[in-house]
């Protein structure tokens, strides 16, 4: 895709991303499973609450791995393919691993807010935490319609856009 090509590429609808999200959450279920046995094997951890801020740490470097290597190589995960949709620069260019890096810690900005105001205020009930991040995730999702290219507030920190990506169809010979 040419730079010259990038304004005419639209982000797609709130809607699609946030279905993405939810297939993204269902996908890393996986990978977490996964990274949590191997931590768990390496560390010999015997008990859940046992070195809980290393699994915390490992997670997250874990998910940034994932996030990073495949938003720098395609500009989509699995779920993001799904949903023809791809992460690109400013100018419609791949993004670079720091780019990358910096969209994945930026991208906190889904729960950080909710996760600070649930420590501050000392609540200890999982659910109203949960309803809290659930509650913030909707409003932060609808503050995409405040930017005119309808994008995430991380993105355009972060310098990069989501675009609707179909790959071209197939050429017979």
Known sequence: MSAAAAPTQRAPSLRRRLACLTYEGVLLFGVVMIAG??????????????????????????LGIYFGWF??????????????????????????QGRAVARYLASYVWFLPALASAAALHWADTGTIFGWMALWALV??????????????????????LIDWRPAPPVRA
């Open 71 to 96: 938003w720098s190589r395609s500009g989509q995960t699995v779920a993001m393919r799904a949903w023809h949709i791809r992460v690109v620069d400013v100018h419609g260019q791949p993004v670079s």
């Open 37 to 62: 046995y191997l931590f768990s094997a390496l560390t010999h951890q015997t008990h859940a609450l046992r070195g809980r801020e290393a699994l915390q740490a490992f997670m997250f470097l874990v």
């Open 140 to 161: 932060y999702a609808g503050l995409t319609r405040l930017h005119p290219e309808r994008q995430y507030w991380h993105d355009v920190l972060c310098g990069t856009r």
